[in-house]
């Protein structure tokens, strides 16, 4: 399985982002898709996740401000923010794992955001 993310660049503190991440590969059924990031000097930390069957679960350091979104024809996920602020400034990381028979773990190469104040 590999993984490709997209949307990410420089933004205005207040704007909005939308990042895609497109996952190639066999047996992608099954797995639950999530979105982490990782500020400068801190630890990787939980966005949100979907499952293949659309439940969705978010970490609490963007609820409220972020959607995520899954397109399982097209093997995308997707993570709207609004509201940035530069402590939104961080690599995104989209991940992808199954815990069922066969079972992975695959990060994306992340993509960095910039907030700027």
């Known amino acids: 399985v590999q993984l490709q993310a997209s949307g990410g660049g420089s933004v205005q503190a207040g704007g909005s982002l939308r990042l895609s991440c497109a996952a190639s590969?066999?047996?992608?059924?099954?797995?639950?898709m999530g979105w982490y990031r990782q500020a400068p000097g801190k630890q990787r930390e939980f966005i949100g996740s979907?499952?293949?069957?659309?439940?969705?679960d978010y970490g609490d350091s963007v609820k409220g401000r972020s959607t995520i979104s899954r397109n399982n024809v097209k093997n995308t996920l997707y993570l709207e923010m609004n509201s940035l602020k530069p402590e939104d400034t961080a690599v995104y990381y989209c991940n992808i794992k199954r815990r069922v028979t066969p079972a992975y773990n695959f990060w994306g190469p992340g993509t960095l955001v910039t907030v700027s104040s």
């Open positions: 590969g066999s047996m992608l059924g099954s797995s639950i």
């Open positions: 979907v499952t293949s069957g659309g439940i969705i």
